[in-house]
């Protein structure tokens, strides 16, 4: 390579300063988002695969040969790994939300064709949106999959310790249910769903069952003693699992196995219909960079399944000496039994409000110490059973040799808040109610002043800087909690948007 020109290097000079001031991506400071394998010769390894393969277009692999090869390898690695047989085919997709609408899409259009291929006695079916079942721990990728695709979501409640009932789920099998998702664990609170009872139920009324394993599915594979959760199930059709989490590979990395291949056939997109070249699409984008893909075949060739098995049970240790600390903590617990190296942790409503600690403040006083954790607000479920706000800790391989810091900043932080009462936005609630602000469709300017006077995003954004946000994410969290879902999530959006917004000229 040829040394860069004064020019190009002030560029790359502003870049380093603009990233200086994310979250740390390795170290092990930030307890989601990122997964740190501690290892520094993957990512090394990770950008020069990258860099390789940067100039190609992944969208055509008969043009660019190396990017079937790559898929078709990282693809045979993820069905052995995943118990999947020689009529198990897959893709790779840019991520787990892509894998999540690519099993909707395909099981949407699966049921399509057997409606109109199908007896006649069903056709009436043909009038009516086919459902998505699927506990209400599902991760939200399957939400954004049913609206985009046209689908209804029937959300199951869990109980208190996030398992779903079997029967509940099972009772609301019908003729319209296109498909059935449980998760292998679930994102919140990560937990186990019972897959081979739902998978072998839902064989029997003929609905296809999709395993979410976009975050288990590459530590699950070396966790040890599980009963069956992968394609070694009968009755599971597909499954997820993200090479950009416990495959260490940088984001835009998936993968999706599906059963057989007349199922996987649904899940293309061709046309020939147009004056352009004819289009043939296993996944939503057209042209795509084979970066990552390149980087999680490299990681994945380099690590072996031994290489996998070492990183998981460092993920484990620490997950379990974690979860060890936390049930120790007076006034904090991790939520129900979690499997995998993910865990929630709530309140522990059995001690004394004076010993209690609220998880959101406890997760604002540990990022003061220096670890960022992950707040989830509270959420009530359609048979009104409400599940608590929890501060959620991915545990990666990096973690095991913070846990001696970790675990100061986490017995501190509780010690440093306990009795402190939850955040209450009841009266900013209030406000916004009597103001009749509830009810109102909102403008992006309304919206942008709500937040303004909720001290959210008050300034324009600078020239390095993004619109604030407050130091302290409990209110916000409590705020999105009571306010009515649309609501909340219109200011959301908002937030968001104006991150990305040029500064007024
Ligand atoms: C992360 C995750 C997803 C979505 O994946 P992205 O890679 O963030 O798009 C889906 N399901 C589960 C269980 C996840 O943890």
Redesign the pocket.
Known sequence: MQPLSAESQAILERLRRLRSADAATHGGRVLSYVYDSGLAELDDLATEAMRLVQPVNGLDPTVFPSVATLEREVVGFARTVLHGDDDTVGTVTS????S?MLAVKTARDVWAAAQISGDPATQPMLGLRPRVIAPSTV?A?FHKAAHYFGLDLDLVPVDAEGRVNVADLVARFGPDVALVVV?AP??PFGTLDPIEEVASAAARYGIPCHV?A??GGFALAWWGDLPPWDLAVPGVTSISA?L??YGYAPKGA?VLLQRDRDRQRQQFFATARWPGYPVVNPTLLGSKSAGALAAAWAIVQRLGSDGFADLVASCRRSTEQLHTLIDGTVGLRVVGSPTGPLIAVESDTSASKRSRVDPHHWADRVAELGFTLQMQPGFTQSNGFALPRTTHLTITPVTERMLPELSAALTRAADDVRGKAPANPRFAVQVLRLSGALGRELTADKAFALLTRFGIGASASTDDASTPLPSKMAPLMALVEQLPAEFAERLLIEVLARQAEPASS
């Open positions: 991520g787990g939300t892509e999540c991760h990728a998760s679930s994102y979410d976009c975050i993200d950009h989490k998936s």
